[in-house]
């Protein structure tokens, strides 16, 4: 079992930047890649940007160039790197690690919020 725990949520003005952590605990070795996902209100929750145990990204087409996911292997962390921030980018951010057989694991989740 793995723990997921999100920090670095808040409130932004529009055009500004904010910095997203999600910190790996427990069978962390069964994770295959890590990323981020969002939910707004009354909409589903969608992808944002997942990358790889081998550092492979994959985007959303509505944050490529805006945002940058990375990870830190030796602390078991993976960051979001969010500039450029629109109102529409407001949501709840979902950290996710991805196991074998298409099994989830899922934080609790952290708001960001876009606003002037």
């Known amino acids: 079992q793995v723990q997921l725990v999100e920090s670095g949520g808040g409130l932004v003005q529009p055009g500004g930047s904010l910095r997203l952590s999600c910190a790996a605990s427990?069978?962390?070795?069964?994770?295959?890649?890590m990323g981020w996902y969002r939910q707004a209100p009354g909409k589903q929750r969608e992808l944002v940007a997942t990358?790889?145990?081998?550092?492979?990204?994959n985007y959303a087409g509505s944050v490529k160039g805006r945002f940058t996911v990375s990870r830190d292997n030796a602390k078991n962390t993976v960051y979001l790197q969010m500039n450029s921030l629109k109102p529409e980018d407001t949501a709840i951010y979902y950290c996710?690690?991805?196991?074998?057989?298409?099994?989830?694991?899922w934080g609790q989740g952290t708001q960001v919020t876009v606003s002037s």
């Open positions: 996710n690690a991805r196991h074998e057989f298409h099994i989830d694991s």
């Open positions: 990358i790889t145990n081998g550092g492979s990204t």
């Open positions: 427990g069978n962390i070795f069964s994770i295959l890649a």
